[in-house]
């Protein structure tokens, strides 16, 4: 299965192409995003950093909350050279006011590209399809692919590689997660996820990213206890328990994560030199304790900067200019 999904040859070039899902992008293609964004996280603020998105507009379509990638794609788009246009859901009627096919054919005649946090991937994918410019996901209930490379970026800033690394996830196996395993599996990483019975990753996704893992050298794992995916861990990661879009689901999710706080006796199982990764926003007190979020193996706050140099590599791979 996974042979079968590996659709983007190594040479084929990025310009042009959709940033929906790291499953479009190959092994390589992940890699040199990383190099691009760490070429970025260089250069910001040097005398030359170079703008290869001038005169280009891009517009920025977001359904839901943002702080994070809204302010690192604004900024990132700021400082190599183009224009943002901001657009709220309900500036656009996105759903009712027109058809998805009709807002993407006005946008590809005025911009050079979108960027969209919306509710169902299906709805992003049928706004993909019918834009004749690059489409790139900034959230969906199933993919969170720009927080995924900040993720790796972090790592391997942190430990000076991928490959081989042991990465467990503990919570739901939701967008961040499937992003994340993805990336993992691509880059070599060994990634086990704990999440309680109903709350795994999709099915076709897991067997999506073991495919890859065969071919990298990494593998992926689903427990059900949390100390056996923290085990021996390089890093823990965590996201919330109730996703935007899943208020009606508090309760029953609230309860059903009980025992999946990320604290610090639960730290005590990974690896002595183990940082901690949290997307955020993050819960105090409910996935994750204070004591961790705050404490020396935090790494979040990195992560968090990551998604402005990742975001530039993002929009010069698919907007082209760049070395
Ligand atoms: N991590 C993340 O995507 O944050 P925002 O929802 O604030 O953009
Ligand atoms: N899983 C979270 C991620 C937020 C960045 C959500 O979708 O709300």
């Keep these: 299965m996974g042979m079968a999904l590996r659709v983007a040859p190594a040479t084929r070039t990025t310009v042009g192409r959709d940033?929906?899902?790291?499953?479009?992008?190959t092994a390589d293609e992940v890699l040199r995003l990383l190099d691009r964004a760490a070429y970025w996280k260089a250069a910001r603020g040097g005398a030359a950093a170079p703008?290869?998105?001038s005169g280009k507009s891009v517009a920025l379509l977001f359904l839901k909350p943002s702080l994070r990638t809204?302010?690192?794609?604004?900024?990132?788009?700021?400082e190599l050279g183009a224009h943002p246009v901001?657009?709220?859901?309900g500036d656009v009627g996105f759903g009712h006011r027109e058809p998805t096919p009709d807002i993407a054919h006005v946008l590809s005649r005025m911009v050079h590209g979108i960027i969209v946090r919306g509710h169902r991937h299906e709805d992003i994918e049928e706004l993909a399809a019918a834009a004749s410019i690059p489409v790139i996901n900034a959230l969906t209930a199933r993919y969170h692919p720009h927080q995924a490379l900040a993720d790796l970026l972090t790592l391997r800033e942190r430990f000076g590689h991928l490959a081989g690394l042991r990465l467990a996830f503990v919570g739901d196996g939701n967008n961040v997660a499937h992003s994340l395993m993805l990336g993992a599996a691509r880059t070599g990483i060994h990634f086990r996820i704990a999440c309680p019975e109903g709350y795994a990753p999709e099915a076709a996704l897991v067997a999506q990213a073991e495919g890859w893992a065969a071919d990298t050298g990494?593998?992926?794992r689903i427990v059900r206890e949390p100390?056996?995916?923290?085990?021996?861990?390089?890093?823990?990661?965590?996201d919330v328990w109730v996703s935007m879009g899943q208020d009606g689901e508090t309760e029953a999710r609230t309860a059903a994560f009980r025992g999946y706080v990320v604290d610090e006796a639960l730290m005590r199982h990974a690896a002595p030199h183990a940082v901690f990764l949290h997307d955020l926003p993050a819960h105090r007190g409910l996935e994750v304790t204070a004591g961790v979020?705050?404490?020396?193996?935090s790494v979040v706050f990195d992560q968090a900067e990551n998604?402005?140099?990742?975001?530039?590599?993002?929009?010069?791979?698919?907007?082209g200019g760049g070395a």
């Design 19 to 25: 940033f929906l899902t790291l499953g479009d992008y």
């Design 51 to 53: 703008q290869p998105l």
């Design 70 to 78: 809204r302010v690192s794609f604004d900024v990132a788009l700021h």
């Design 86 to 89: 901001h657009l709220a859901g």
């Design 218 to 220: 990494g593998s992926v």
């Design 227 to 238: 100390a056996e995916a923290v085990e021996a861990a390089d890093a823990v990661y965590t």
């Design 293 to 297: 979020i705050d404490g020396p193996a």
């Design 307 to 319: 998604r402005l140099h990742t975001a530039k590599a993002i929009l010069e791979a698919v907007l």
